[in-house]
């Protein structure tokens, strides 16, 4: 059996080889990463860090970031968040029953505002959120997703590599 970090499960043939990624833009671009840490933190400050978790996973997976999935799912997991739950976030439309009527709220908005599909929020889905959080909770969650969108950004443009990171690595 072959694996390529602990973290993966083990393979009963090789498994395909790592790609490297493109650009490693933290190590070119310090301040502006040094920057998105320290707004990343301040998007989040109030919020419950499973919800945050929850909308960063909901993001990279719309947008199709193999390196954010591999982080937020890992800090999810270290939060006290369910598998199961992490599982069914990518068929939540069918699965409402894993989560609180906030966190469906919260989701929506996050596909709302990544996905901008109409170039607009709807307003059903900004008043779904808007009737589970305060105004200033509501702030905190736009300002988390718009940050986990940038990440997303910069993950998938640069082909970050997932399965390296720890849980709290950047904390």
């Known amino acids: ?48 860090p499973k919800l945050s978790e929850l909308v960063k996973i ?27 739950r992490i599982v069914q976030l990518a068929a939540w439309e ?12 919260a989701i ?9 599909t109409d170039g607009f929020v709807p307003d059903e889905v900004y008043g779904k959120a808007a009737a589970h959080f305060g105004e200033a909770e509501l702030a905190q969650l736009i300002s988390a997703i718009a940050v986990i969108n940038t990440w997303n950004r910069f993950g998938v443009t640069c082909r970050l590599t997932p399965g390296h990171y720890r849980p709290g690595q950047h904390a």
């Open 58 to 84: 909901r993001a990279s997976q719309l947008n199709h970031c193999a390196f954010c999935l591999d982080m937020h799912t890992k800090d999810a997991l270290a939060a006290g968040e369910s598998v199961e």
């Open 108 to 116: 929506e908005l996050t596909e709302a505002v990544t996905v901008l």
């Open 1 to 48: 059996m072959t694996t390529t970090d602990e973290n993966t499960v083990p393979a009963t043939e090789p498994l395909a080889p790592e790609q490297s990624p493109r650009l490693e833009w933290a190590k070119h671009a310090p301040e502006v990463w040094k920057a998105m840490l320290r707004l990343d933190k301040a998007a989040t400050q109030g919020l419950d």
């Open 94 to 105: 069918e699965s409402r029953h894993f989560y609180t009527e906030k966190e469906l709220a």
